[in-house]
């Protein structure tokens, strides 16, 4: 027990008030499409770490972290000012700023190198939450006291209290982010700068994630901001679902790679174990991956079988369609010749069982013909087509030659609301398409 309050809390802890912060803020940046943000901003501290170093002496956590913010604000700044004035895209403003900010790093870090200082690059740039740990007493009547307090890791107090600050910044100003992220204009015609709000919200961002790049590293810190919020992105529309969805997230990836980080590898037969930090990141990615695969509503699997059941229930109403107009003509289709009719004669020998197994059609001998329910069924298809074509060469002055194919494409989204507003735009509702084929 005591190792693990030594040991693996401190860092957890850490890696989890983080992940929460970044994940909050990464919902706004996914919604203003500018995720790569947080990933210039990761890389803009850089400088303002070392040059806090060089000119104070100390590696002091409230130092360090007063010069990366500082850092981190004035990248956020200046690539709003590059993309506004300079009228440059906001993409190539992002690369120009968080580039120079890091060249200037790696040369102050040169500096700092030839002054025989220590600072490791590896730290810096991938974090090392192995090296979080924390004395707790061993009594527990002394595990509150203040001096017990006291030795609580800086990199667990200041990711603490970067969430607090994020948390009341987004409660603060919930309203005005989400209409200023949806609709800037709108949001500067009601009195809130949408300018304003977003400076404030790079400051916001440029603070979690210099508490969060002593922990995951510069780089690595971006895993954190957009897979929680991508991911729950997936999942509804609502903005409050998003937002304690993406906190879900972030908490499962922490706990998810640090287990995988610091225990995977023991249980595979190796004796050390792996970048804590790297796997948080990669629990990250392999939950975006998840969802964007099995999300209920707006992953690829669901989408794919939405298509799927519509391109099946349109080949229906085709094959269903197909046989009125036949029997309108006095005429009769056979199993062979209405698979050759259409395109894809596997799908539509599919369709052709379904519709059978339904009821909906029948079959005598080689000769296929609609029942009472199917040919009702292959009414409405006919009159929305033939609706559709009275309304493309009256309305839309669409030459009666040229309508058959966008009527067959529009004949399918036939509901009695659309039906009703269709005869509304055609006045007197004719009794005969453009072809002088009588509606049904």
Same mark, same amino acid.
């Given at each position: 027990?005591?190792?693990?309050?030594?040991?693996?809390?401190?860092?957890?802890?850490?890696?989890?008030?983080?992940?929460?912060?970044?994940?909050?803020?990464?919902?706004?940046?996914?919604?203003?499409?500018?995720?790569?943000?947080?990933?210039?901003?990761?890389?803009?501290?850089?400088?303002?770490?070392?040059?806090?170093?060089?000119?104070?002496?100390?590696?002091?956590?409230?130092?360090?972290?007063?010069?990366?913010?500082?850092?981190?604000?004035?990248?956020?700044?200046?690539?709003?000012?590059?993309?506004?004035?300079?009228?440059?895209?906001?993409?190539?403003?992002?690369?120009? /700023?968080? %580039?120079? $900010? *890091? +060249?200037?790093?790696?040369?102050?870090?040169?500096?700092? &190198?030839?002054?025989?200082?220590? !600072?490791?690059?590896?730290?810096?740039?991938?974090?090392?939450?192995?090296?979080?740990?924390?004395?707790?007493?061993?009594?527990?009547?002394?595990?509150?006291?203040?001096?017990?307090?006291?030795?609580?890791?800086?990199?667990?107090?200041?990711?603490?209290?970067?969430?607090?600050?994020?948390?009341?910044?987004?409660?603060?100003?919930?309203?005005?982010?989400?209409?200023?992220?949806?609709?800037?204009?709108?949001?500067?015609?009601?009195?809130?700068?949408?300018?304003?709000?977003?400076?404030?919200?790079?400051?916001?961002?440029?603070?979690?994630?210099?508490?969060?790049?002593?922990?995951?590293?510069?780089?690595?810190?971006?895993?954190?901001?957009?897979?929680?919020?991508?991911?729950?992105?997936?999942?509804?529309?609502?903005?409050?679902?998003?937002? /304690?969805? %993406?906190? $879900? *997230? +972030?908490?499962?990836?922490?706990?998810?790679?640090?287990? &995988?980080?610091?225990?995977?590898? !023991?249980?595979?037969?190796?004796?050390?174990?792996?970048?804590?930090?790297?796997?948080?990141?990669?629990?990250?990615?392999?939950?975006?991956?998840?969802?964007?695969?099995?999300?209920?509503?707006?992953?690829?699997?669901?989408?794919?079988?939405?298509?799927?059941?519509?391109?099946?229930?349109?080949?229906?109403?085709?094959?269903?369609?197909?046989?009125?107009?036949?029997?309108?003509?006095?005429?009769?289709?056979?199993?062979?010749?209405?698979?050759?009719?259409?395109?894809?004669?596997?799908?539509?020998?599919?369709?052709?069982?379904?519709?059978?197994?339904?009821?909906?059609?029948?079959?005598?001998?080689?000769?296929?013909?609609?029942?009472?329910?199917?040919?009702?069924?292959?009414?409405?298809?006919?009159?929305?087509?033939?609706?559709?074509?009275?309304?493309?060469?009256?309305?839309? +002055?669409?030459?009666?030659?040229?309508?058959?194919?966008? &009527?067959?494409?529009?004949?399918?989204?036939?509901?009695?609301?659309?039906?009703?507003?269709?005869?509304?735009?055609?006045?007197?509702?004719?009794?005969?398409?453009?072809?002088?084929?009588?509606?049904?």
């Amino acid at each position: 027990m005591i190792d693990f309050l030594s040991i693996d809390l401190p860092p957890l802890l850490a890696a989890l008030f983080a992940a929460i912060s970044c994940a909050l803020l990464g919902n706004y940046l996914v919604l203003r499409k500018i995720s790569l943000m947080g990933d210039a901003i990761s890389h803009s501290v850089l400088p303002g770490v070392v040059v806090a170093f060089l000119l104070s002496g100390s590696r002091a956590g409230g130092v360090m972290f007063l010069g990366a913010a500082i850092a981190g604000i004035l990248s956020a700044l200046l690539i709003e000012g590059i993309r506004r004035f300079g009228k440059v895209e906001s993409g190539a403003s992002m690369g120009v /700023v968080f %580039s120079l $900010f *890091f +060249a200037v790093g790696i040369i102050a870090m040169e500096q700092a &190198a030839a002054r025989s200082v220590d !600072l490791d690059a590896d730290c810096l740039l991938h974090g090392q939450l192995e090296s979080i740990f924390w004395y707790p007493p061993l009594e527990l009547s002394r595990f509150f006291s203040w001096s017990t307090l006291a030795l609580i890791p800086s990199e667990v107090v200041i990711a603490f209290l970067t969430m607090l600050l994020t948390i009341g910044f987004l409660k603060l100003f919930s309203k005005e982010l989400l209409l200023s992220s949806f609709d800037p204009e709108l949001s500067t015609s009601l009195g809130f700068s949408s300018t304003l709000l977003y400076q404030l919200l790079m400051v916001v961002v440029a603070c979690a994630v210099v508490a969060s790049f002593r922990i995951v590293g510069s780089i690595l810190v971006i895993s954190m901001l957009i897979s929680p919020a991508a991911s729950a992105r997936f999942y509804t529309e609502r903005m409050k679902t998003q937002l /304690v969805m %993406s906190v $879900f *997230f +972030a908490a499962i990836t922490v706990f998810c790679g640090y287990t &995988a980080g610091a225990f995977g590898p !023991l249980l595979f037969g190796y004796e050390h174990s792996v970048s804590i930090a790297g796997m948080i990141a990669v629990s990250g990615g392999v939950l975006l991956v998840f969802s964007s695969l099995l999300a209920p509503q707006r992953g690829v699997l669901a989408r794919k079988w939405r298509q799927r059941r519509l391109a099946l229930a349109v080949r229906s109403d085709d094959i269903l369609a197909l046989l009125y107009r036949t029997e309108e003509q006095g005429g009769h289709l056979s199993r062979s010749k209405l698979l050759a009719h259409f395109f894809l004669p596997k799908r539509t020998a599919h369709v052709l069982r379904q519709l059978l197994a339904e009821g909906l059609i029948e079959e005598h001998g080689v000769q296929l013909s609609l029942t009472p329910s199917g040919k009702a069924r292959a009414e409405q298809c006919v009159r929305s087509h033939r609706l559709w074509e009275s309304y493309l060469v009256e309305t839309a +002055a669409v030459d009666r030659d040229h309508v058959h194919p966008m &009527a067959e494409r529009l004949e399918h989204f036939n509901t009695e609301e659309l039906e009703g507003a269709l005869e509304q735009a055609l006045g007197e509702l004719p009794t005969k398409d453009p072809h002088g084929k009588e509606i049904p």
